[in-house]
């Protein structure tokens, strides 16, 4: 694991923005609803709490720019949120509703359709301590959701794009992007042993799934202590794949 201080390299982070500034029980879900535009009116701009690309603050003694008392008031399954630099990911996370992927198809205020939401599973514990959140999100036409999630089949994007954040209400979590690659369908949370060493070693090896997409952090260790996320959403035109981009918790 890095030795590197969370606190020094959140510091780097706003110092950078400053400056620079999906599945239902099964996963499988049909490609032609990842890349929809239908329904796209998710979050208006006045809904975004964060700093924008041209309003670039952040206030270190909150470390937290997330007013999370109103996010429940509109919707109490909002649990978390989640800011990648340079792309549009800047959402709640959601976790709840009558049943497991719930939010693939709905949206924050519960209205059926797309875009859905950015969503985990009940599987996953909500204060991010599981060796692997996966965080699901819609492919859509017009960027919003989880489609920049593919800017990181770009080499200079990829490498030039290392750390993303994740808000609860507690604690600021900062992850370094360790790889972004293409997946199969499979339920990432059922499909492995998540108690042993070895279905976690299992799950990172199978990360190297031999896609000309495929890219990897060189140097970085990543090992079954590690506490990542799997960020996943569609790939236009192959319904049986996933793209996935996978960050490690910084301590």
Not at 107 to 114: C, K, P, V, W
């Amino acid at each position: 694991m890095m030795k590197v201080s969370r606190y020094f390299l959140l510091f780097c982070f706003m110092l950078m923005i400053v400056a620079g500034c999906n599945g239902k029980d099964d996963e499988k879900v049909d490609d032609k609803e990842c890349s929809s535009e239908e329904n796209s009116n998710f979050l208006s701009e006045a809904d975004f709490i964060g700093p924008k690309p041209d309003d670039r603050y952040f206030d270190p003694k909150s470390m937290i720019p997330v007013d999370f008392s109103s996010w429940k008031e509109r919707n109490s399954d909002v649990y978390a949120w989640i800011r990648i630099p340079d792309t549009k990911i800047d959402y709640p996370i959601l976790q709840g509703g009558p049943y497991d992927g719930y939010y693939l198809d709905h949206t924050i205020d519960g209205e059926a359709g797309y875009p859905g939401s950015i969503y985990t599973e009940k599987v996953n514990a909500r204060d991010f301590t599981d060796f692997n959140t996966v965080i699901y999100g819609h492919n859509m036409k017009n960027g919003t959701m989880f489609k920049h999630l593919h800017k990181f089949k770009e080499k200079e994007f990829f490498d030039s794009h290392q750390f993303f954040e994740i808000y609860t209400e507690e604690e600021t979590k900062i992850y370094r992007v360790y790889a972004a690659l293409v997946y199969s369908d499979r339920h990432i949370m059922y499909g492995f042993d998540y108690e042993s060493a070895e279905g976690k070693l299992a799950y990172l090896d199978s990360l190297d799934t031999g896609e000309s997409w495929n890219r990897f952090r060189e140097g970085m260790v990543v090992d079954e202590n590690s506490k990542i996320v799997t960020l996943a959403t569609c790939i236009g035109g192959r319904p049986d794949n996933r793209w996935i981009v996978i960050g490690v918790e910084m301590e």
